[in-house]
């Protein structure tokens, strides 16, 4: 039996003994390897995925801080709206210096307007552009975009040329399995994407026509994986767990993992991740007291952006995932959510710390914490 220890800001060292019969191994063809985007070395093969809403700037320095995270990448943004300053669109890739390396996704169906959109990225200083092929949202597809992309594969083979000899930072692209289960075109993306220079791929082991619904298909991601000679293959979808990551990687022969809401639930993940690579063990996520303060330190950060009170009404979505991992009352969550005022907020906090959660301690580990994702058919989301 072995323990990990890990100092984080709040000064603690969670720990957690792992029974070696319990514990995954990790895959050894990728030990000691590093990953990289093409000259791009990530710090770790394990990267936040892009999440409307959530991957902002100070969730993604929250993530650094704690460690372990290889790369981070922002919320899908219009390649348009940069071209024409967008108060939106450049706010999603605002960055800072411990946000790095950072990827920018951006999504379009236009070759120049991306074209240009990769060179203003690049002139910015980011590290690495990623464009997006797998949203399946309709506003995003009905305009050709996102997972509509792999319904015209010429087309979108083109545009992605187009933005890979535009810039000389890397090139990657994030896409679905395929349209629906009679179109699963992402092997032949994969292999053409490789011809033309993209520099990674990262597949969500679905189709545009599952939504979120049904499961991974591991299956189908690693035939993405055999598609390629060179470039690295991202896994990505469902991964909660050390346990579901070492499955995805020994299944579909994947090099890194790409992890969105499972990162909601628990930001020390990544780190988590880390140790589990280079020890066999991994140190607990935070109990109720960390999380509490991150939650502040993150609010603290969006404030620097947009000050405090439009910070605390675009923060109550995110509040709500923390505090339900937390396990607060629901009255109390709900004095968060409806707090205008720093007044009331520090109120609202104040009792939460008072009450601590349901049906646990502050330092003991917290049950686990499962982000639901959209549901009903995708043409409504």
């Not at 033309?196 to 679905?206: D, E, L, P, T």
């Amino acid at each position: 039996m072995s323990i990990v220890e890990h100092s984080d800001r709040t000064g603690r060292n969670p720990e957690v003994p792992v029974d070696a019969a319990d514990r995954p191994e990790f895959p050894e063809r990728l030990r000691g390897e590093v990953l990289c985007y093409g000259s791009l070395t990530l710090r770790s093969r394990y990267l936040l995925s892009p999440l409307a809403g959530f991957t902002n700037l100070p969730f993604r320095r929250i993530v650094h801080q704690i460690g372990g995270v290889g790369l981070g990448t922002t919320d899908l943004v219009s390649a348009r709206g940069l071209l024409e300053g967008s108060a939106k669109s450049l706010q999603l890739i605002s960055t800072c210096d411990e946000d790095s390396p950072l990827a920018v996704q951006i999504f379009g169906q236009d070759p120049k307007v991306m074209h240009d959109a990769a060179q203003f990225l690049e002139e910015r200083g980011v590290e690495s552009v990623d464009i997006n092929m797998g949203c399946p949202v309709d506003r995003i597809t009905s305009g050709g975009s996102g997972s509509a992309m792999m319904c015209s594969p010429q087309q979108t083979v083109d545009l992605v040329k187009t933005v890979v000899d535009a810039v000389s930072i890397p090139v990657t692209v994030k896409m679905r399995l395929g349209w629906d289960d009679t179109q699963i075109t992402a092997p032949r993306f994969a292999r053409e994407f490789e011809q033309v220079g993209v520099a990674a791929v990262a597949i969500h082991g679905r189709t545009r026509e599952q939504g979120f619904g049904g499961t991974v298909s591991l299956d189908g991601i690693r035939r993405v994986v055999e598609a390629v000679e060179r470039i690295p293959v991202i896994g990505n979808g469902d991964i909660r767990s050390i346990a579901d990551a070492a499955r995805m990687m020994h299944v579909t022969g994947c090099q890194g993992i790409s992890i969105g809401r499972g990162a909601l639930a628990n930001p020390w993940i990544f780190r988590q991740l880390v140790e589990w690579e280079t020890t066999g063990a991994w140190s607990l996520p935070g109990n109720f007291d960390d999380r509490l303060e991150l939650m502040l330190r993150q609010l603290g950060y969006l404030e620097e952006l947009v000050g405090f009170e439009r910070g605390l009404v675009m923060f109550r979505k995110m509040a709500h995932w923390y505090l339900k991992a937390m396990r607060v009352r629901a009255k109390l969550r709900h004095r968060v959510q409806t707090a205008a005022t720093r007044s009331e907020f520090d109120a609202a906090i104040a009792a939460i710390r008072s009450a601590g959660p349901v049906g646990g301690s502050r330092t003991g580990v917290l049950p686990e914490l499962h982000v639901p994702v959209p549901s009903g058919p995708v043409e409504k989301w």
